[in-house]
């Protein structure tokens, strides 16, 4: 089975741009998840969704937001990009529940913005 | 409020050594507790996880960790380090909604 794969794997932008990541999960799984990562914050959760629908979402702006396709591939888009949105942002797809289930990462994004 | 802590930013211990890396979560509930581990440039990968069956877990590349409930506490450990465990590691909690919630990570380093 191919991994979680997240396109392009590095962007730079400059402030007030927005930019779209695209994430496309393992195949057969439902649940797909977004976290940013950077050395200050750590790994922080952005939202979750399953069979195209918010579950879940963390304290973020709504500059940030995503959407999942029909067949689970999921977008997330960041708006009026600021200086600290620079950060690692990671996908993770699941097959149903996350709460016991192993969440699989693809290697990420990296977002600069100048 | 719940959390996870994981003690020490930073591990180093020579090859061949035991490896402790410390991890405290605060729940009410036992909830379901993953490490996982990151390698530079890359996403992360799952070690192990305890999701309330046997309390001794073990995982891959020999790692094991055991859940404490007295000590909410899911440490890992592995009884003798080489090179290639050199990356950072990460304890992952669910508190019983759909979502994780990391520790800050802890880069642990291999001395030869």
């Known amino acids: 089975k191919a991994g979680v794969t997240q396109t392009p794997r590095y962007l730079i932008k400059t402030r007030g741009q927005q930019v779209t990541l695209s994430c496309s999960p393992i195949?057969?799984?439902?649940?797909v998840s977004w976290y940013q990562q950077t050395p200050g914050q750590g790994l922080q959760f952005l939202f979750e969704?399953?069979?195209?629908?918010?579950?879940n979402k963390g304290n973020f702006p709504g500059r940030f937001s995503g959407r999942q396709f029909s067949n689970s591939r999921s977008e997330m888009n960041v708006s009026t990009l600021e200086l600290g949105d620079s950060a690692l942002y990671l996908c993770?797809?699941?097959?149903?529940?996350?709460?016991?289930?192993?969440?699989?990462f693809g290697p990420g994004t990296r977002l600069t913005v100048l | 409020a719940q959390s996870v802590t994981q003690l020490g930013s930073h591990v180093s211990v020579s090859e061949g050594a035991l490896v402790l890396l410390r991890c405290n979560y605060s729940?009410?509930?036992?909830?379901?507790l993953f490490w996982y581990v990151q390698y530079p440039n890359q996403g992360l990968q799952l070690l192990l996880k305890?999701?309330?069956?046997?309390?001794l877990v073990k995982g891959i590349n020999g790692f094991e960790a055991e859940f404490k409930k007295s000590e909410t506490s899911f440490h890992l450990t592995k009884p003798s380090a080489h090179m290639s465990d050199a990356a950072e590691y990460f304890c992952?909690?669910?508190?019983?909604?759909?979502?994780?919630?990391f520790g800050t990570g802890t880069r642990l380093t291999i001395i030869p």
């Open positions: 729940s009410s509930v036992p909830p379901y």
């Open positions: 195949s057969g799984h439902r649940s």
């Open positions: 993770a797809s699941s097959a149903a529940s996350i709460s016991y289930n192993e969440q699989f």
């Open positions: 969704y399953f069979s195209e629908t918010q579950r």
């Open positions: 992952a909690v669910n508190f019983g909604n759909e979502k994780l919630t």
């Open positions: 305890y999701t309330s069956a046997a309390t």
